[in-house]
């Protein structure tokens, strides 16, 4: 497995997603192209009806306004189709009222372009990608399938990448840069 990273464009894709639990409004699609001209955080569990990924789905969605401000698009995926994806959202107290599309990776395609799949069930690693307007990627984070992942320090390193400036250790939006 070789996981794409800082600098590479991120790769071609046209995937469905679950937008609403509403059946006549439930299903979108999404493109790479789609994203093309905005700041855009992809962010990929390992399976739906599990135990961490909830967790870090509700978190994103808490979040999802802090990412709107900073005209960043987010979006949620895993390896799932979108019909599992709408009966998790419906079945799941946090997962109902989501603020940002669920994309399904049914074709294991776009996960396994990016590097991210599991050699023995080939699902997707916790992973977390910041791609800037131009599609190429800025920021990469692959977990352990055991451990959730902080919202917070996509935030921070999204906040750290729009300000195209140095940014010291810790640094926080408001915060003075480094001049060079």
Not at 71 to 98: M, P, Q, Y
Request: hydrophobic share 40%; net charge negative.
């Amino acid at each position: 497995m070789q996981v794409l990273s800082v600098g590479n464009t991120l790769p071609e894709f046209n995937k469905k997603t679950v937008v609403s639990i509403n059946e006549e409004q439930a299903f979108g699609n999404l493109t790479h192209e789609d994203l093309r001209g905005r700041w855009a955080v992809l962010f990929w569990w390992p399976k739906d009806f599990t135990f961490v990924c909830p967790t870090e789905i509700a978190a994103f969605n808490k979040r999802q306004p802090d990412f709107e401000d900073r005209d960043a698009l987010l979006i949620g995926a895993s390896t799932d189709s979108e019909f599992v994806h709408l009966a998790w959202r419906k079945s799941h107290d946090d997962l109902r009222d989501l603020r940002f599309p669920m994309l399904a990776d049914t074709s294991k395609s776009l996960a396994e372009a990016l590097g991210i799949l599991t050699e023995d069930e080939r699902i997707a690693y916790r992973a977390t990608f910041i791609i800037d307007p131009e599609g190429i990627i800025r920021w990469v984070s692959v977990y352990d399938l055991n451990v959730g992942r902080n919202v917070e320090e996509v935030l921070r390193v999204l906040d750290a990448l729009q300000t195209d400036e140095l940014c010291p250790c810790n640094w926080k939006k408001g915060e003075a840069t480094i001049t060079a």
